[in-house]
């Protein structure tokens, strides 16, 4: 599958893929919210995609679907973190682009490419030809600053797994670690992990700010059908809980 916002990573997932490895080639690959296909356009993209991140922003991707109660969702893990006995969260970053990415839960180790909007205003995709990179969107925050930076990556291409493939199989507490151009890792604490249908995207939910520094994770997920790609999307949701020195 391709993914809409972020350079390309390695994601090859187990019993949860409906369609065999030769059944996906011969489709070709599924596509993330939002996500410019370029002339390698896999089944599971289209019009309907999920709007891309930063969509209050005038240089956001296209909203194309219907924002479903992001807002106190938002809301109850920002008091959480303020719950009595909860560690100090770090004061948010500086702005500095990613360049690279670690989830040692999946083992996974991936560098990290900006990405931009189309003609369309849909994000980019991070390149079929290189499903372990993963793909940032450039114009909205940077890992560890203030606000939601997005990260995409492929879960599956027409020739095998990608690096998001066992995105789904993260849970509250994983960890995921982004280095950075300054020397600095952010590193973010899972809060929660959820599938939504590519037809009921809770845009502002996934994309809006929560007032500190947090990452989301995309890639495809779901029942995957021949000629149209998987049905969903996995985000992953996780706050900044630490800074460090090394990946």
């Not at 990290?112 to 003609?119: E, F, S």
């Not at 369309?120 to 203030?146: H, I, N, T």
Request: overall charge neutral.
């Amino acid at each position: 599958m391709t993914t809409v916002l972020v350079t390309g990573v390695v994601w090859w997932s187990g019993d949860d893929d409906p369609a065999g490895a030769d059944a996906k080639a011969a489709a070709g690959a599924a596509v993330l919210p939002g996500a410019a296909t370029g002339g390698a356009a896999g089944p599971g993209a289209g019009p309907d995609a999920p709007a891309a991140p930063g969509a209050a922003r005038e240089d956001a991707p296209r909203s194309r679907t219907s924002v479903s109660g992001g807002g106190a969702s938002a809301a109850r893990d920002g008091a959480a973190a303020g719950r009595p006995g909860a560690a100090a969260a770090p004061a948010p970053l500086g702005r500095s682009r990613p360049t690279a990415l670690a989830v040692p839960a999946i083992t996974i180790e991936a560098p990290v490419l900006d990405l931009g909007l189309d003609a369309q205003g849909r994000l980019g995709v991070p390149p079929v030809d290189d499903p372990r990179r993963v793909g940032w969107y450039a114009r909205g925050p940077a890992p560890g600053e203030r606000g939601t930076a997005v990260m995409v990556g492929h879960r599956d291409t027409r020739t095998g797994p990608a690096i998001f493939l066992d995105l789904d199989s993260l849970g509250p507490g994983n960890t995921v670690r982004v280095a950075r151009a300054d020397g600095r890792v952010a590193v973010f604490t899972v809060d929660r992990v959820r599938t939504y249908a590519k037809s009921d995207f809770p845009d502002k939910e996934v994309y809006g700010s929560t007032g500190r520094p947090e990452l989301r994770l995309l890639t495809c997920g779901g029942a995957y059908e021949e000629g149209t790609g998987y049905e969903a999307n996995i985000v992953v949701f996780a706050h900044l809980t630490g800074i460090d020195k090394a990946i």
